[in-house]
């Protein structure tokens, strides 16, 4: 009896942790505006996450973009996203350059 009740417990512990881990990566879906780019610059949008892969387009303070999701790569949080005006242009910026709209 002892053994299918810790069978059954470390069943549900289990199976809460892998429902919970979407769930983080949900927190960050939405609608966010480029912010805190510095003067005349623009925030890179890139292929992949990370620094190594080709700009596609820079993007203003203010632009609105999509996140889909982010993910950890070193020391930077990287979303993968698309632009609320051309949802067919995708790629990847720092989360540190986004606001919620």
């Known amino acids: 009896m002892r053994r299918a009740i810790f069978s059954s417990l470390a069943t549900a512990l289990a199976t809460a942790t892998l429902l ?57 949080r990287w979303c993968n996203i698309r632009l609320d005006r051309a949802p067919g242009l995708k790629g990847y910026v720092s989360e540190s350059y986004l606001r919620e709209k």
């Open 20 to 76: 919970a881990t979407p769930a983080l990566a949900d927190a960050w879906r939405g609608t966010y505006l480029v912010a805190g780019v510095k003067g005349e610059d623009m925030l890179k949008m890139r292929e992949g996450p990370g620094t190594g892969y080709k700009v596609i387009v820079g993007l203003p303070n203010g632009t609105v973009v999509r996140v889909q999701s982010c993910e950890r790569i070193g020391n930077t």
